[in-house]
């Protein structure tokens, strides 16, 4: 449906409605028009009102400023906030300091710090600072703001400034102005009510009796009239409506006729529009045979595709598209429908396509006949004759059928001639007798001649054949009588199935049972089962070998019996491991001995295991591994420990004792190393001091590097004292708010962000880490350092530190846009004094990095970085979650 006609109005509410929204358009305009001048015309008036209250204040101030009356001066500055909007009043001294203000707590404060805490004056400091006239008043609108700023200065000195929001006189004018358009706007409702009412009057009622009219003539009511009289042009529409209903009428009585015939009839008649899934149109009330009513099948809740059956509706889109695009435009097609009880009916669809000039589809309709009748027994037929086809031509059983009073076979299947190597023409003229070896072939007789008497009506057996190659094929046979009504036999049905691969497997079963218990042999390990269902037990040769029991004996009857074969110290283990074993699938383990009896020591491993059975019992089964020589070994093994604890006790004692001196020496030569070049530093100094106008300037110079090597020896001093103190520092563990400790780090960083005007990013996700806060704060404190130094020769420094969680992991980053490094040196830069950029350029010690190795280490983490020469570096920090 196109958008003009679903925005189409009746012309009783179209034209009011559009004088209405002629002269709202009107108003909106002279509105928005006047809107948009308010903010200059308030801007301009504010302007001279401010400009003209302080000169009334400048000269009031003057006066009272000359006669250095404080406490009245700040009362005049006090006074300013009566006025209409009014924000904030200060009088400055020369200095900078606050003198008077309407707020008390800012008297005495430095202007500067009061503007800087207060984020709605910040554009008020441009004003003050940035050469306001020293003689004249000066009013400026803040940009972007609500705000008017005006700085008056005196002969002394001093500077006024006065703050004025301009919010309220916009907001007053604003409010006149809508009670204006909204006087206006009612004044036009007013005023299109009436005219409204007219038109209804005059014109609209007749249409709307015309319109009633057609409403019913499209329902079905082909009885209404209009009935509408005059020379009009709704009279004359009126007329024309009246007559068509008439011949509408007598086509319906005609259409009604033929309906009924169809719906009488039972085939089912059915138009579909060329859409996804078949929409129906039309659908014939003898569709109610299959349970459904046409119009549930009109509105859209079903398709007809929905309809067909899901083994069918791939075929039929298929043939109907191959219809649809190449013809014929008269087809049938065979498919299943369901019904609405949900079983399903055949039916034969006669299907006829309409198309326009250009061959595109205009109407598809169909006649639809229920054949499910035919089509069951059709396929049952096939289906009856498909089933003892594919059972006759069963690929792993052969089949075969031979007359009562010979050995003739009459039919054979293809498996059949597999089996014995045959062809199906050469068996069918060969008999069975001639193809079985003796004594199979007396016995199968014999077996055959019972049948021949009634005296069985089937019979089983195992025999030979000779194949065509002359080898033996050993078959499993079944041989069932068919007979007539009157019980005579019609022919003898068998079924043969080869064996011969099954003995061959049953051979190697046995070949590999004699190889497993040679194995066990080997190995030390023997077994047994346990059927419950029969009470049952089964042992290995092994088992009785490792127990020392006879084999003769058979195994032990039950539990008693077999822990009298235990030694008696293992005897409660080995009972308690036996009578727990789980119902389920786990396996369980125990260690033990035999009896002494039996014959030498000996240190088994039993295991037990318990699987259920198709009727609800349980089977048994368990190991027994000799571990003997484990046991041996263990013990030899347990007795080298002991010994071998004893020496790490030992060598960590002496690492305790050697750490201690190591501590003690890093206190000395710190000690030891400082003192001295605190006497350089000091000497050095003093040289500089008194005696720097009698050196020359490569004397001058020469000292400067002798005060420079001295603070660079003491960093590095310092620095090896700080990498030893956290090699041996004890770490806690403790929870540490990393993006809190992150703040903090960056606070002590204050002074180098500001004075490099450093842009600090933070891409900080909340994390909570068990660390040592010290560490931590060492690591963060050394990288966020790094990234500021090797940063500050950008015209824009960038420095990013972020955190994010991947898996189980969580990864810390400190980034800078600085002069980078080659990753080849990557393992080079975590090395104790290890720099790549030069001292005169960067200062350091080469210990920072090392330093952060370290503790990230200690703390268990991960420390690497990635970068390229010139383009930044990023270090990154990993932990565990």
């Known amino acids: 449906m196109r958008l003009s006609s679903r925005l189409a109005l009746p012309g009783r509410w179209l034209m009011p409605?559009?004088?209405?929204?002629?002269?709202?358009?009107?108003?909106?305009?002279?509105?928005?028009?006047?809107?948009?001048?308010?903010?200059?015309?308030?801007?301009?008036?504010?302007?001279?009102?401010?400009r003209e209250r302080l000169s009334v204040e400048q000269s009031r101030l003057s006066v009272q400023s000359g006669m250095d009356n404080q406490v009245l001066v700040r009362r005049l500055v006090g006074g300013m906030g009566l006025y209409s909007g009014m924000q904030h009043t200060w009088l400055l001294q020369p200095n900078g300091l606050v003198q008077a203000s309407l707020v008390r707590s800012d008297i005495g404060q430095p202007f500067g710090e009061?503007?800087?805490?207060?984020?709605?004056?910040?554009?008020?400091?441009?004003?003050?600072?940035?050469?306001?006239?020293?003689?004249?008043?000066?009013?400026?609108?803040?940009?972007?703001?609500?705000?008017?700023?005006?700085?008056?200065?005196?002969?002394?000195?001093?500077?006024?400034?006065?703050?004025?929001?301009?919010?309220?006189?916009?907001?007053?004018?604003?409010?006149?102005?809508?009670?204006?358009?909204?006087?206006?706007?009612?004044?036009?409702?007013?005023?299109?009510?009436?005219?409204?009412?007219?038109?209804?009057?005059?014109?609209?009622?007749?249409?709307?009796?015309?319109?009633?009219?057609?409403?019913?003539?499209?329902?079905?009511?082909?009885?209404?009239?209009?009935?509408l009289q005059g020379h009009d042009e709704l009279a004359m529409i009126g007329s024309e409506a009246d007559r068509m209903a008439e011949r509408l009428l007598s086509g319906q009585t005609r259409l009604r006729h033929l309906v009924d015939l169809v719906d009488r009839s039972p085939v089912v008649v059915v138009e579909w529009r060329d859409e996804p899934g078949w929409p129906m149109?039309?659908?014939?009330?003898?569709?109610?045979?299959?349970?459904?009513?046409?119009?549930?099948?009109?509105?859209?809740?079903?398709?007809?595709?929905?309809?067909?059956?899901?083994?069918?509706?791939?075929?039929v889109t298929i043939e109907a598209a191959r219809y649809f695009k190449d013809g014929p435009d008269e087809h049938r097609q065979e498919y299943r429908l369901r019904c609405a009880d949900g079983g399903w009916v055949w039916v034969d669809d006669r299907t006829t396509l309409t198309r326009d000039e250009h061959g595109?589809?205009?109407?598809?309709?169909?006649?639809?006949?229920?054949?499910?009748?035919?089509?069951?027994?059709?396929?049952?037929?096939?289906?009856?004759?498909?089933?003892?086809?594919?059972?006759?031509?069963?690929?792993?059983?052969?089949?075969?059928?031979?007359?009562?009073?010979?050995?003739?076979?009459?039919?054979?299947?293809?498996?059949?001639?597999?089996?014995?190597?045959?062809?199906?023409?050469?068996?069918?003229?060969?008999?069975?007798?001639?193809?079985?070896?003796?004594?199979?072939?007396?016995?199968?007789?014999?077996?055959?001649?019972?049948?021949?008497?009634?005296?069985?009506?089937?019979?089983?057996?195992?025999?030979?054949?000779?194949?065509?190659?002359g080898s033996f094929v050993h078959t499993e046979i079944d041989v069932r009588a068919v007979r007539h009504p009157d019980g005579t036999l019609k022919h003898l049905f068998a079924t043969i199935k080869?064996?011969?691969?099954?003995?061959?497997?049953?051979?190697?079963?046995?070949?590999?049972?004699?190889?497993?218990?040679?194995?066990?042999?080997?190995?030390?390990?023997?077994?047994?089962?346990?059927?419950?269902?029969?009470?049952?037990?089964?042992?290995?040769?092994?088992?009785?070998?490792?127990?020392?029991?006879?084999?003769?004996?058979?195994?032990p009857p039950d539990l008693v019996a077999y822990l009298d074969c235990i030694h008696p110290d293992d005897r409660a283990?080995?009972?308690?491991?036996?009578?727990?074993?789980?119902?389920?699938?786990?396996?369980?383990?125990?260690?033990?001995?035999?009896?002494?009896?039996?014959?030498?020591?000996r240190w088994f491993r039993g295991s037990v295991q318990s699987k259920p059975t198709a009727t609800g019992h349980?089977?048994?089964?368990?190991?027994?591994?000799?571990?003997?020589?484990?046991?041996?070994?263990?013990?030899?093994?347990?007795?080298?420990?002991?010994?071998?604890?004893q020496r790490v006790t030992e060598r960590t004692a002496q690492l305790r004792g050697l750490n201690e001196e190591l501590e003690a020496f890093s206190y000395t030569v710190s000690h030891d190393l400082k003192a001295p070049l605190r006497g350089i530093d000091g000497y050095s100094q003093l040289l500089e001091e008194e005696h720097g106008a009698q050196l020359n300037e490569e004397g001058r110079q020469f000292l400067v590097r002798i005060r420079r090597g001295v603070l660079q020896m003491g960093d590095l001093i310092s620095g090896l004292l700080d990498y030893s103190r956290m090699e041996r520092r004890t770490m806690e563990h403790q929870r540490v708010d990393v993006p809190a400790l992150v703040t903090q780090v960056i606070e002590g960083h204050a002074a180098d962000i500001e004075s490099t005007d450093v842009r600090l990013s933070l891409n900080l996700e909340p994390m909570v880490l068990k660390l040592d806060r010290e560490g931590m704060a060492v690591v963060l404190r050394n990288l966020v350092g790094n990234a500021i130094k090797f940063s500050r020769t950008r015209d824009q420094p960038v420095v990013e530190i972020g955190a994010r969680t991947e898996g189980a992991h969580r990864i810390l980053w400190v980034r800078d846009n600085g002069v980078g490094f080659d990753m080849k040196y990557h393992d080079r830069i975590f090395g104790i004094f290890q720099r790549l950029q030069r001292a005169e350029d960067y200062q350091g010690t080469g210990l920072g990095l090392a330093l952060v190795a370290k503790a990230v280490q200690r703390m268990g983490g991960r420390v690497w970085a990635e970068s390229q020469p010139g383009q930044g570096a990023t270090f990154f920090l990993e932990f565990p979650s």
Not at 25 to 33: D, F, K, L, P, R
Not at 585 to 598: C, S, V
Not at 626 to 631: A, F, P, Y
């Open 114 to 227: 009061l503007l800087r805490r207060r984020a709605d004056l910040a554009g008020v400091s441009g004003v003050v600072f940035n050469g306001p006239s020293e003689v004249a008043i000066t009013v400026v609108h803040l940009a972007a703001t609500r705000q008017l700023v005006g700085v008056v200065p005196f002969t002394t000195g001093r500077r006024l400034i006065a703050v004025v929001d301009l919010g309220l006189p916009q907001a007053m004018r604003f409010a006149g102005m809508q009670q204006e358009a909204l006087r206006e706007g009612l004044l036009l409702l007013g005023l299109t009510i009436l005219l409204a009412l007219v038109v209804h009057l005059v014109w609209f009622r007749r249409a709307r009796r015309l319109a009633l009219a057609l409403k019913r003539m499209g329902e079905g009511e082909l009885q209404a009239r209009a009935g």
């Open 360 to 469: 595109v589809i205009t109407d598809i309709s169909g006649i639809l006949l229920d054949i499910t009748v035919q089509k069951e027994a059709q396929l049952a037929q096939q289906e009856q004759a498909e089933f003892l086809r594919l059972f006759y031509e069963l690929p792993f059983i052969g089949m075969a059928i031979s007359a009562p009073g010979s050995t003739r076979w009459l039919q054979v299947n293809s498996q059949l001639c597999v089996i014995l190597g045959y062809s199906r023409e050469e068996l069918t003229r060969m008999t069975w007798a001639e193809m079985t070896p003796q004594p199979d072939l007396d016995q199968n007789l014999a077996l055959r001649d019972q049948m021949l008497a009634n005296r069985t009506d089937n019979y089983s057996m195992r025999k030979r054949f000779v194949r065509k190659n």
């Open 17 to 50: 409605l559009m004088l209405v929204l002629f002269a709202l358009t009107a108003s909106t305009i002279n509105y928005v028009v006047q809107a948009r001048q308010v903010g200059a015309q308030v801007l301009d008036q504010e302007t001279r009102r401010l």
């Open 281 to 315: 149109s039309y659908v014939s009330q003898s569709v109610a045979q299959w349970g459904y009513q046409p119009g549930e099948l009109l509105h859209g809740e079903l398709t007809y595709a929905q309809l067909i059956h899901p083994q069918d509706i791939e075929r």
């Open 498 to 555: 080869d064996i011969t691969e099954r003995l061959q497997a049953e051979a190697a079963i046995g070949k590999q049972r004699d190889l497993l218990e040679l194995a066990e042999s080997m190995a030390g390990l023997g077994s047994w089962v346990y059927d419950t269902q029969s009470q049952s037990v089964w042992w290995s040769r092994q088992m009785y070998r490792g127990i020392g029991r006879d084999e003769a004996l058979g195994p």
């Open 573 to 601: 283990l080995a009972d308690r491991f036996m009578r727990s074993v789980p119902g389920s699938e786990e396996m369980i383990t125990a260690e033990f001995r035999r009896h002494p009896d039996l014959g030498a020591l």
């Open 618 to 645: 349980h089977t048994y089964s368990g190991t027994l591994l000799d571990i003997t020589q484990l046991k041996l070994a263990q013990a030899t093994l347990e007795q080298s420990n002991a010994a071998l604890e």
